[in-house]
C-alpha cells in the first residue's frame, strides 16, 4: 500500500517520519507532506478564495479533489490527513472534515486523524520516552498530565523539558517556537514505542493504518 500523510508543520512531519515505519512494514511506501500550518476550511469548497496559501486546511479541498481523480478505483493508496483539534469541537470539526470529503467525485480513500488537543499529545503519550530523551524532564508535570486533555499541551511539554518553561519560550517569535518543538520531536520520537502509547488519538492513528493493511 501507499499511504499518502497531509500534516500542518514540519514538527509533524518529522513526527511522522519516524513513528510511521515503527508501525508499518517495509513493503509498503508513505510518503508525508507538510504544510505552514492548519488554517482553515473554505466556505467555497469548489473556488476557496485562500487556496493559494499553503495552510493545510485551506488547501485540503483542491487537494483532496486531485488525490480522488489519481487514486480512483485503486484501494491500495490512501489518504491520511493529521492535524490537531486545538479549540475546537471534535464532533462539529470531523463533520467539517467530511464535508470537504464527500464534496469530490471521485472521492480518494481518506481517513482523519486528530491530535486532541495538540500534536503532543502523541509525545506525551509516551512518558518513558521524554524521559530517555530528555532525562532531567519534570517528573510532577508529566505525571498531571491526561492523556489527550484540553490542557494547552505542548505548554505542558514545555513546562517539563524546556528551560524556562513555557512562559519564556511563549515571549519568542512563532518560528523559534515552531524551531523547538521540532527539536522535541525528533528527539522524543525515536524513543516511543507505538504498541504503547497511552494517546487514544494516537492509538486511533495507528489502528487506522492497521486496519487499512
Not at 156 to 172: P, T
Request: aromatic fraction near 10%; charge should be positive; proline fraction near 6%.
Amino acid at each position: 500500500m501507499h499511504f499518502e500523510r497531509l500534516v500542518e508543520d514540519q514538527s509533524g512531519k518529522k513526527v511522522l517520519d519516524i513513528l510511521i515505519p515503527k508501525i508499518i512494514s517495509k513493503q509498503h511506501k508513505f510518503k508525508v507532506r507538510p504544510y505552514q500550518g492548519i488554517g482553515h476550511i473554505p466556505k467555497n469548497l469548489t473556488n476557496p478564495a485562500n487556496a493559494n496559501t499553503n495552510l493545510l486546511l485551506n488547501q485540503l479541498p483542491m487537494q483532496l479533489r486531485a488525490y480522488g481523480k489519481s487514486y480512483a478505483n485503486d484501494p491500495t493508496k490512501v489518504v491520511i490527513v493529521v492535524c490537531d483539534l486545538d479549540n475546537n469541537c471534535l464532533k462539529t470539526f470531523r463533520q467539517e472534515l467530511f464535508r470537504v470529503l464527500n464534496a469530490c467525485n471521485p472521492r480518494p480513500e481518506t481517513r482523519f486523524c486528530i491530535a486532541i488537543e495538540e500534536g503532543e499529545a502523541w509525545l506525551l503519550g509516551d512518558i518513558l520516552a521524554i524521559k530517555a530523551a530528555y532525562p532531567k524532564a519534570k517528573d510532577n508535570i508529566l505525571n498531571s498530565y491526561q492523556n489527550d486533555s484540553i490542557c494547552g499541551t505542548w505548554e505542558l511539554l514545555a513546562d517539563a523539558i524546556f528551560a524556562g518553561s513555557s512562559n519564556a519560550l511563549s515571549k519568542r517569535p512563532w518560528y523559534v517556537i515552531g524551531r523547538e518543538k521540532s527539536a522535541w520531536a525528533q528527539k522524543i520520537t525515536p524513543y516511543m514505542n507505538v504498541n504503547k502509547n497511552s494517546s487514544p488519538s494516537f492509538c486511533y492513528f495507528r489502528d487506522k493504518i492497521r486496519e487499512l493493511i
